[in-house]
């Protein structure tokens, strides 16, 4: 099956040390986003991918950095973890037109973060 | 400022019945409006949508039907299965933007 996975599933860091989440997908889709999840809270949208371009939006912290090397991968790096950034990070997909944005995203189960 | 809005917490039905999950937006430029289902550790699972052409959209048990001129739109479960328990959100988006606009979501609980 088509799908999007997230490895891994829980990450545990230290404070302050990079962690590096990745996302791939075999949905052949141009978009990726990378959410933020904390608790029951809706999604909050860090960055996204059409193809390679890069949407950073305007409220994701510095912190926060993404690489797509290719269209099947991308990777969430975060350079120096903080308690707050203690989440649920979501990887999202989709068929992306310029101009044409109504297509749904697919998620991948997430990876949990804790940082101690 | 919430442009989408799901003012039900939680929601209970008994397992048969209909549910009827609700939610309202501010934002007259959304033309594409989604709904999602969430269990616990999972990532968001798409469930329908519809677009702003559309007033009524249908997939098996799920309808999802958009009123225009008030800025609503709700999500009917038909019959209503315990498998249905989990967390559904309310999504938007418009003027070619890739940005989901999402609510705060809605636990549904079916009771036996």
């Known amino acids: 099956d088509a799908m999007v996975i997230q490895n891994p599933r829980y990450q545990v860091t230290q404070f302050g040390k990079p962690v590096t989440l990745s996302c791939s997908q075999t949905?052949?889709?141009?978009?990726m986003y990378w959410y933020q999840q904390k608790s029951s809270q809706a999604p909050k949208l860090l960055f996204h991918y059409y193809d390679k371009d890069f949407n950073n939006e305007a409220d994701t912290p510095d912190n926060f950095q993404s690489r797509r090397p290719n269209t099947s991968f991308c990777f969430l790096d975060i350079r120096s973890p903080g308690l707050g950034d203690a989440a649920m990070y979501l990887c999202a997909t989709s068929r992306g037109q310029m101009g044409f944005s109504n297509q749904p995203q697919h998620f991948g189960d997430g990876t949990r973060l804790s940082i101690l | 400022d919430q442009q989408v809005k799901q003012n039900s917490p939680s929601l209970s039905v008994q397992e048969g019945r209909i549910s009827i999950l609700n939610c309202d937006y501010t934002n007259s430029m959304f033309d594409y409006f989604l709904w999602y289902k969430k269990y616990p550790a999972e990532g968001p699972t798409f469930l329908i949508s519809i677009s702003s052409i559309k007033d009524k959209n249908e997939d098996g048990r799920f309808t999802v039907f958009l009123n225009k001129s008030a800025k609503h739109l709700s999500l009917h479960i038909v019959p209503s299965q315990p498998g249905d328990s989990a967390v559904y959100f309310c999504?938007?988006?418009?003027?070619?933007?890739?940005?989901?606009?999402w609510g705060a979501g809605t636990k549904l609980i079916i009771k036996p």
């Open positions: 949905l052949n889709h141009n978009v």
């Open positions: 999504a938007a988006s418009g003027e070619s933007n890739y940005q989901l606009i």
